[in-house]
């Protein structure tokens, strides 16, 4: 299988408003390699926008319990078999979010952190809190303009989470001292003491 020619044809098919053969392609490249990020990123956002409508390969992929099949394959220590039944169980549910966010959490215990960005990133226009998990996953992989994009996404969803404030500003620091951008606008609103720390090569002080 070649499988950029398959995220390719995926990827036009969702441009083309064809998501329900986009999630079929991109369904088939993770079976192969679960791991992808642009699969996992395509997949996601042609299921979320399936949600509320039919599809007919959503059909095709029968009513078992995905979420007791992966359930169980946690149990047992299984994260790939878990990965995959928590992607069914998302696919078959396209409106819950939260099936997302755990097919996630699947793939990052799996060791597929790329794959899992791809997830939360997808979700990240319709969840704050995947837009928060994908912010943290793209700063631990040196993202820094993605992780801020993401964390803004949080915030844009509600200007009130502290949590997404405080990881955006302490992550426009971290920025200017890579980019050596010192100026009034760059330090304004940051975290003092995280810009220091970061200035200094500290790490986060334990409570």
Known sequence: MNLKKHLDRADQALERGQADFAAELCDQV????????????????AVVSLAGGKSSFMGKLGSGPSSLAAKFSKLTRNPDAESRSMRRAFM????????GIGWGDALERAGY?????GVFGGLAATSAEAAKRAGSLAAAQGEIEEALDFYQKAL?????DTEAMRARKNLAAEQALRTNQYDNDSMSGLDSEAFLRAARGEDTPKN
Do not use: V
């Open 92 to 99: 078959k549910d396209a409106g819950d979010s939260s099936k």
């Open 30 to 45: 993770m079976d192969f390699a679960p791991g992808d990020r642009r699969a996992a990123d395509l997949l996601t956002r």
């Open 113 to 117: 952190a790329g794959a899992a960005l």
């Open 156 to 160: 844009d969803a509600n200007p009130r």
